[in-house]
């Protein structure tokens, strides 16, 4: 129901006529406000009818200030969509009171807070996103047989990587960085391409594929920022609900293992993932103000105290060796370059471009912040570019964007984008001093992996919000997402399923993100763009026979 301010017509406008307004089911239904008889009402009833309203609104208020939680209580803005609002009026959620301390019309994504605070919520994005890096390096040592300096010189780089990423978009220096509060780690499909890349051709031309496609997505760039209007928030949200979706399985086998590994789905890790998982739920519905905006690092902390009391924490890991490690360039030698050896990481970074597309606009969604896709997603693509190039001289595989920092941001409210610039300090911090690395990899994966299930799980409700403003209604964009959504997630429920295909065709397949964004991305094209178009020059063409 629209507001008083905005069905008010300025003071120095003549009121105007509205079109009638339109029923759910498409049938016109008048505007109260133009019904006949209520255009004969007196100026004195009309009077009296204010007051009753005004009456009531004051009675409708009182219930609401009783009855209401105060973390959930609407801002006096919120009755218009927060797109509309003026950006100095939408809430403040960074755990302070609303304006207090920033200009008018500075958005809240672009507010500065008490550095404390900041620091705070920035080691809770660093506190989630931990293991991914961890997990990565460690995976890379096993498949590769690396020696322990040399993991722990990789690991030291990913973490000083993946705060520098994480100060790029998140500041955004030039044309590098969306700034939005994004948060940067290796790992996920670029990882395995790294691995079999090593694997069939050596590490050194691995990093040099890295370097390549790093390169290769600067090239193609202006080519893919032009094809960004055919990424509607239909093909958006459908990549975003496989996204999470896969996202989800991540975190759901950090707590239960692969299937058919020794130890997998162990009733002492589902314990703990399940109770990392209550834990967040309890502080999120006990506290209130900056202790529930803290409930994800809360839950992972009682986690990892559960975990200690029942014996399930290996600290061997945490003692001994040196206090500052410094990563090595170059750690495998000069890289090699090799074309046909980076042809599968360069394909697949078609694919990551447009899963920084749907990113970056659901991440501006997550912050209420409006942007511009054809000028906003290059800088995200930019940023991960330049980050990935520095990371190749430095061993590593692709770095992207991560999606948990989308989620936290959404759970806990706090929107600003200097919060993960301190995570991005913070975690160039921990890639310098080597106890705090060691530290944070003794925290359990079943924990870890509890809470990145809660965290991922938001990123998919995000998706199907989207989705919920794509015009399901109509059967046509139902029929896209519903095809995009069967072909992207059957390799993500179904894994292996293209295992008899050749290798580089199957590298592509078994990226459900990709097969299901470029699935709906074409369905769209057809359905929206190219069979209107044939259909009006038919009709064209009846008509001109008929004359």
Known sequence: MPSPRQSRPPADQPPTSRPAATHPA????????????????????????????????????????????????????????????????????TGSSPGKGAPLGVHPVDESRPLGRILLFGIQHVLVMAATPISAIFLMSATLGLSAGLTVDLLSA????????????????????????????????????????AEQHGVRIATGAVVLTAVFSFVVLPVFSRLLAYFPALVIGTMIVIVGVNLVKVGAVLVTGQPGSPGFANPTNLGLGIATIGFTVVFYLLFTGILRQLAVMLGLFAGTALAAAVGAIDGTGATGGALVNLPHLMPFGSPEFNLVAALPLMLYSLASMAEATGQTVINAEAVGKKIDKRTDVPKTVRGDA?????????GLPLMVTSGENIGIVRVTGVRSRFVTAAAGVVLIVIGFLAPVTRAISV???????GTAMVVFAVITVLGIQMLGRSDLDKHTSTFICAVALALGLLPILVPGVYGAFPPNVRIL???????????????????????????????????????
């Open 443 to 449: 925290i359990p994966t079943a924990v870890v992996g």
């Open 386 to 394: 330049l980050t990935s190039l520095f990371g190749g001289f430095f």
């Open 26 to 93: 498409g049938e016109p239904t008048a505007h109260p406000s133009e019904n006949s008889d209520t255009s004969k009402i007196s100026a004195t009833s009309a009077t009296s009818a204010t007051s009753e309203t005004s009456e009531t609104s004051e009675t409708v208020n009182s219930q609401l200030t009783q009855t209401v939680d105060p973390d959930e209580r609407p801002h006096p803005e919120s009755a218009r969509p927060e797109s509309a609002r003026p950006e100095s009026a939408r809430p403040d959620t």
């Open 158 to 197: 990913a973490f000083v990587l993946s705060g520098v990423g994480s100060l790029i978009q998140s500041l955004g220096p030039w044309k590098f960085g969306p700034r939005l509060p994004f948060v940067m780690l290796p790992g996920g499909a670029p990882l395995i391409l790294f691995l079999a890349i």
């Open 509 to 547: 397949l078994e990226s459900g993100v990709a097969v299901g964004t470029f699935t709906a991305a074409v369905l769209n094209i057809l359905f929206h763009h190219v069979r209107p178009g044939v259909a009006a020059r038919l009709t064209t063409a009846r008509a001109e026979g008929d004359r």
